[in-house]
């Protein structure tokens, strides 16, 4: 324990930026961990990580049940499994905030929102969320163009000297009628040379049943028409010559159809919608270091998204409504990091994307074209590192140019984006710091911004979100006391959103164009406490709080009834809580979420109030070790314990309690 | 121990801050209509949030939405028409395409759920000899019993998307707008029969109709969404059965007093800016009279409905707003000068009818 202690101050004090990285796999968990929180406790700008260990002990199926329990956060969901799950951050809403895979970002050119049900919690090692940006340099330009970053990082196969071949497989069983069998299997090529498959197949029912209140009467209802088929495929090889020198390629598939149980409509019927979905990318990134002062990193992408949306009411007069839609992006990214003193780092990145788009047949589809879009970034970012302040600043340049093969007057952007970030530790012994940023960014219209409203709006300038922090960081380990490792932080921030693009009706209800009408400022807080505490006998407990204090108002001046008012879907008070204990093999989880009242539409009535909820999740888990190389997992998960009925988006209502149980077995 | 503190200080704020809004329903008792009218809010969708209110002449003041206060639950998704017919209202509620969707019938006097009838889709109400006729985008209009509040009989469309109508004589005109898909008809319904007997072409987006007391039938024609410059209002002769000409105005709302058509219209030009429009036109010779027959430069943002109170010539427009937030009432002398704005008390306005004692 002292020794593994000494191996982490040295860390911590030599180089904390970016021993997080190559180290870590040297490292027991517990070290690991202690990094990894720290280093979130020290970064120039706010960053929370979920762990693997951590994750683990989430209940929940996919990326966006274990976001919630970042601050800041909102998760739009639409409820059950095959529910639309998008997240927003500081409420920028979705298209602020960029999501990567393995260090390269997803995208969807049509609706700017990345569908986090979409990949599943199986073969994740790390989730962390940014705002701003990632902090380190060495990034694509893409990265610095959000307001916000998700970072997704699936799990790099590790093997001793004489493994050659590693197998996990779990299968998971419980409401909904889900079935979820996963393989995943890890090949030690050469010793430079590691490959992973990890696939996973998704099979539930979807259905619940439900209680919302109509008027001041309880109803009952019955999630139907909500099933989903799911299977993804994440191939992942990576050639490690040494820590300098890392060449890492992923291919991804991801193939769903499911049926789109819609909100309840108190003179509706059942759903008649369905939803096929296929999406495919291939990527490869070299990370090399020429010199100690010299490193660069070239990424590439191909993507490919496949949506098919089939409505087959009897109302149409073809007795359907089809939607097949088709996406390209190509991608290519270089950055080139050089630090000339040993107190300031310099880096160049460029990026550069085609996107194209490609409909069939409907009326909607032949009026958005075949749009695409050519996206160059430059980021020039530069940081300068002293004894107790560390500085970064950066700007982005956006260029791009719209193609449409309709006669629309498409327009072509270019803007520059600036952020700085400091921070800063007034005392040499006091673990405190004092954090700020500013960054001035902006998201461009979506394809379906631009064309699929009823009018087009071809014209639609980009949407601004302008956002400040200013924060406090203590993070501190102790030795033989009773907390052992503390890890707070406290963020306050303003974002001013200008220009936001918001629907606006059109020549009837079912028809809406988009404008650059909105305005909104936000104002919060974000609370973040991680515990660890010295074990008890064999029992060992973490602990981590979060609290999200916010007011996002609408300042357009344009209707007096809705100036000043809350915006929608977003609760002032929001909060999350874990306990994590360990007891020799058994260990023990309990999750909850807390969300304030929201109001559903601009207009802060009670008859657009949407109430306040909170949900309490546990888990347990029993852990075999069979043999030197095989192990057994059990994991039962009891999740929404107290049955609360609730709705996160108006009408969509949210699963009450449910359980599930997985075995996860490794050699 | 200091952490600890903070800890619990920390975990009591988060359980304090997440509790609910104490704020409660607001309150509404039934009222007795007297003088005044009632609003229709069509809601948004898929927000159940369609609502019934009464604007009282006497207290000047607006209802809480009146469904909720007598039934305890909630009207419906998408009310699109009601009519006061006999002592009953009658509303229609659609609910999208997958739907179950209702035909309401409530008691005026205490507006109570008498009757939940399923239609499927149901669009424009009008009465005619103790009947009640629905049009449906299932196409067809179906003709409703009075006493039973239950479908006598469905009347087949061979157009598309039946929308408003309007009865002169023994014949109802109904407007085929298209519906989901496309249409630029009207039908034509012999009410002894219940049939179809003639289709009359009168333009795309056909939408509202109403008749005048020599006969004629006016039709408001939206255009086809990508050439809005195609709206305007078809004029048919009812002796004939056959279109007698067109007057070209933006149009998408029409009402009717002493001869005049009061017309709003809310369409995209080329600009992509919302091109609103309240054209005036004189029956009698089917000539635009006012371009803007409203006089004081009141903007509305969005004219959802238009109603003329048949008693003293005032013209209400029902401003939907954005959907989001409560609309409006504006009303406005026949000379075109606001007279008075209430809130509508609920999202999307769509109508008014007038009661008096």
Known sequence: ?667 | MKHYKLLWTLTASIFLASCSKNDSAPTQTAIQPANGFFILNQGGYPDNNSSLTYYDFTTNSVSNDLYQAANSKQLGNLAQDFIIYGSKIYITLNGGTSAVNTLAVLDVNTQKLLKSDTINVPRYIVSYNGKIFVSSWDNNVYEIDTATYSVDKKIPVSGVGPEGMAIVGSSLYVANSGGYGTDSTVSVIDLNSLTEIKKIQVGYGASRVVANANGDVYVTCQGNYTDTSLSHVAVIDSKQNALKTTVNVLASQIDIYNNNAFISAIIYDANYNSAIAYPEIDLSGNTIIKQNFITDGTKITYPYGIDVDAQNGNIYVDDASTFSQNGSIYCFTEDGALKFKTSSNGIGPCKIVFVRS
């Not at chain 1, 493994?163 to 430079?192: D, R, V």
């Not at chain 1, 009411?313 to 270089?334: C, H, L, T």
């Not at chain 1, 002032?572 to 093999?585: D, P, V």
Request: charged share 15%; hydrophobic share 35%.
């Open chain 1, 1 to 667: 324990m002292r020794q593994s202690l000494i191996i982490f101050l040295y860390l911590f004090f030599s180089s904390f930026l970016h021993a997080q990285e190559d180290s870590s796999h040297h490292l027991k968990e517990v070290e690991v961990k202690s990094i990894k929180s720290n280093y979130a406790a020290q970064s120039i700008t706010p960053v929370q990580i979920l762990q693997h260990s951590e994750i683990q002990n989430i209940n929940g199926n996919n990326i966006a049940d274990a976001a919630r329990y970042f601050s800041g956060v909102q998760i739009k969901d639409y409820g059950g499994i095959g529910g639309l799950k998008t997240i927003s951050v500081r409420s920028l809403g979705a298209n602020h905030t960029g999501v990567s895979y393995n260090g390269i970002f997803l995208n969807d050119a049509q609706n700017g929102q990345i569908d986090l049900g979409k990949f599943s919690l199986d073969n994740v090692e790390q989730i962390a969320l940014y705002n701003a940006q990632p902090a380190n340099l060495l990034q694509t330009a893409r990265a610095f163009s959000y307001a916000s970053v998700l970072e997704l990082k699936t799990i790099i196969p590790e093997f001793n000297d004489r493994e050659k071949i590693k197998l996990k497989a779990s299968f998971n069983t419980g409401s909904f009628g889900l079935i979820n069998p996963s393989i995943t299997m890890q090949n030690k090529i050469n010793n430079k040379l590691t490959s992973s498959l990890n696939t996973d197949w998704q099979k539930a029912n979807g259905e619940y049943d439900f209680t919302y209140l109509n008027g001041s009467v309880t109803e009952k209802g019955r999630r139907t028409n909500a099933n989903i088929n799911a299977f993804h495929a994440a191939y992942n090889l990576r050639y490690h010559v040494n820590d300098s020198n890392v060449v890492n390629v992923d291919a991804y598939y991801y193939h769903s159809q499911r049926g789109l149980p819609g909100a309840i409509i108190l003179n509706g019927g059942k759903g008649t919608q369905r939803y096929w979905d296929d999406n495919f990318f291939a990527q490869a990134i070299w990370r090399k270091k020429l010199s100690p002062k010299s490193e660069f990193l070239i990424n590439g992408k191909y993507n490919y998204v496949y949506n098919h949306y089939l409505d087959t009411s009897s109302f149409y007069p073809n007795g359907k409504d089809e939607d097949i839609f088709r996406q390209n992006e190509f991608y290519v990214s270089a950055v080139y990091c050089y630090r000339p003193f040993s107190f300031a780092q310099l880096a160049y990145a460029s990026d550069l994307f085609y996107n194209n788009f490609f409909g069939k047949d409907s009326s909607f589809t032949k009026q958005i074209g075949e749009p695409a879009r050519l996206t160059i970034l430059n980021n020039i970012s530069a940081k300068l590192f002293f004894d107790r302040i560390e500085i970064e600043g950066n700007l982005l340049s956006t260029s791009i140019q719209n193609y449409s093969d309709k006669s629309y007057n498409v327009r072509s952007y270019q803007a520059f984006a600036p952020t700085v970030a400091l921070v800063y530790q007034p005392i040499e012994n006091i673990p405190l710091r004092i954090r700020a940023f500013y960054k001035n960014i902006f998201r461009i219209p979506t394809f379906n911004d631009l064309y699929y409203s009823e009018v087009p709006n071809t014209t639609l300038k980009p949407e601004y979100a302008k956002q400040y922090n200013i924060g406090l960081t203590w993070m501190q380990n102790l030795v033989n006391t009773f907390l052992q490792n503390i890890s707070l932080t406290a963020d306050g921030y303003y974002n001013h959103v200008k220009d936001m693009i918001v629907a606006r009706p059109g020549t009837n209800i079912g028809r809406w164009s988009m404008h650059n009408d909105g305005s909104v400022d936000i104002k919060g807080i974000d609370v973040n406490a991680k515990l660890s505490f010295l074990p008890i006998g064999k029992l060992s407990y973490s602990l981590n709080a979060n609290y999200t204090f916010q007011k996002a108002l609408n300042m357009d001046k344009t209707y007096e009834q809705t100036y000043k008012n809350q915006i929608p879907y977003m609760p002032k008070n929001f909060g999350s809580f874990n306990i994590q204990a360990n007891y020799l093999s058994f260990s023990f989880a309990y999750n909850a979420v807390f969300s304030g009242y929201r109001y559903a539409l601009d207009q802060n009535l009670y008859s657009n109030l949407l109430q306040a909820w909170h949900t309490q999740d546990v888990l347990f888990s029993y852990k075999i070790q069979s043999s030197k190389y095989s192990s057994w997992r059990i994991v039962f998960e009891l999740n929404n314990l107290f049955n609360k009925q609730y709705q996160i988006v108006w009408y969509y209502p949210m699963p009450g309690r449910n359980s599930k149980i997985g075995l996860y077995w490794n050699i």
